[in-house]
Nanobody, 125 residues
């Protein structure tokens, strides 16, 4: 049974930083691309960042490029999202996702096989 468990969310002031973690189990972690999405009430879940099996292949939404960094540690089955220079518009529930299928279109939710339960990030102005 695959499980993805996010942690590290919370309340932070604008300009601050947070690091999200996602611990995976029940899969061969190194065989999966990992990603982060976020969602606010009334809106669709949107792509934030992804990292392929190779740690050198990373992708970011334009809205977070230069502020967020995705990384992974295959030894401990964990993916991270370092979020710097946070803005109020970054407020959302952040979800971790995993996919074992190679796809060039990682920004769509349909590309992902497994999801975590989400962690709330709130950025105050």
């Amino acid at each position: 049974q695959v499980q993805l468990v996010e942690s590290g969310g919370g309340l932070v002031q604008a300009g601050g930083s947070l690091r999200l973690s996602c611990a995976a189990s029940g899969l061969t972690f190194s065989n999966y691309a990992m990603g982060w999405f976020r969602q606010v009430p009334g809106k669709e879940r949107e792509f934030v960042a992804a990292i392929r099996r190779s740690v050198y292949n990373t992708y970011y939404a334009d809205s977070v490029k230069g502020r967020f960094t995705i990384s992974r540690d295959n030894a401990i089955y964990t993916v991270y999202l370092q979020m710097n220079s946070l803005k109020p518009e970054d407020t959302a529930v952040y979800f971790c996702a995993a996919t074992g299928i190679f796809t060039t279109n990682l920004i769509i939710t349909q590309a992902w096989d497994y999801w975590g339960q989400g962690t709330q990030v709130t950025v105050s102005s």
